[in-house]
T-cell receptor, first 120, second 110 residues
Framework: EAGVTQSPTHLIKTRGQQATLRCSPI?????VYWYQQALGLGLQFLLW???????NRGNFPPRFSGRQFPNYSSELNVNALELEDSALYLC???????????????????FGPGTRLTVL | GNSVTQMEGPVTLSEEAFLTINCTYTATGYPSLFWYVQYPGEGLQLLLKATKADDKGSNKGFEATYRKETTSFHLEKGSVQVSDSAVYFC?????????FGTGTSLTVIP
């Protein structure tokens, strides 16, 4: 079974540019999560998508946005890049999510290898 | 609010030493608790989980018991190896709350 995949592996941008990061979940998983892992700051929750909708958002500015496609893959966009956006961006997928409008399950998250974003 | 307090690192141990990484949580009623591990240059992966109070999770020689009375889920290993060098995260798996924190960095020296 294929795991969570992310692309690109590395991304180098300059300040003010936009970055697009992609994630493909494990087949059958409907929830996708995005995290930022900056040096010394641990893993910070960015966004949660389930069934194509944004369900929860972490404490990040609006220039961090994303979407989930009908095939449950997801894209994270970071606009107006700043130097402090340099980090490892991790995507995770899970069976947990919504069912009939109600939260279901407390299942483990499966992580991809990450995209290393460097802003110069 | 609900949160998890994890022992800060970094932790450096000699090979075959005993490891304990403390993890306590403030909320009650978690249906399960997880430990994740991140090896150098990789994403996180599930190390073990406990699915109910007093349940013990184990994997690769690591163990953790979900103790409701002390709200703890400490990670232990009797004899660490160099290959155990990684960052360890105690994580509550609630769907709408995601807190992995900074983790605990472990370095095992030969």
């Amino acid at each position: 079974e294929a795991g969570v995949t992310q692309s690109p592996t590395h991304l180098i941008k300059t300040r003010g540019q936009q970055a697009t990061l992609r994630c493909s979940p494990i087949s059958g998983h409907t929830s996708v999560y995005w995290y930022q892992q900056a040096l010394g700051l641990g893993l910070q929750f960015l966004l949660w998508y389930d069934e194509g909708e944004e369900r929860n958002r972490g404490n990040f500015p609006p220039r961090f946005s994303g979407r989930q496609f009908p095939n449950y893959s997801s894209e994270l966009n970071v606009n107006a890049l700043e130097l402090e956006d340099s980090a490892l961006y991790l995507c995770a997928s899970s069976l947990a999510g919504l069912a009939g409008g109600r939260l279901r399950g407390y299942n483990e998250q499966f992580f991809g290898p990450g995209t290393r974003l460097t802003v110069l | 609010g609900n949160s998890v307090t994890q022992m800060e690192g970094p932790v450096t141990l000699s090979e075959e030493a005993f490891l304990t990484i403390n993890c306590t949580y403030t909320a009650t009623g978690y249906p399960s608790l997880f430990w994740y591990v991140q090896y150098p240059g990789e994403g996180l992966q599930l190390l073990l989980k406990a699915t109910k109070a007093d349940d013990k999770g184990s994997n690769k020689g690591f163990e953790a018991t979900y103790r409701k009375e002390t709200t703890s889920f400490h990670l232990e290993k009797g004899s660490v190896q160099v290959s155990d060098s990684a960052v360890y995260f105690c994580a509550p798996p609630k769907v709408d709350q995601f807190y992995f924190g900074t983790g605990t960095s472990l370095t095992v020296i030969p």
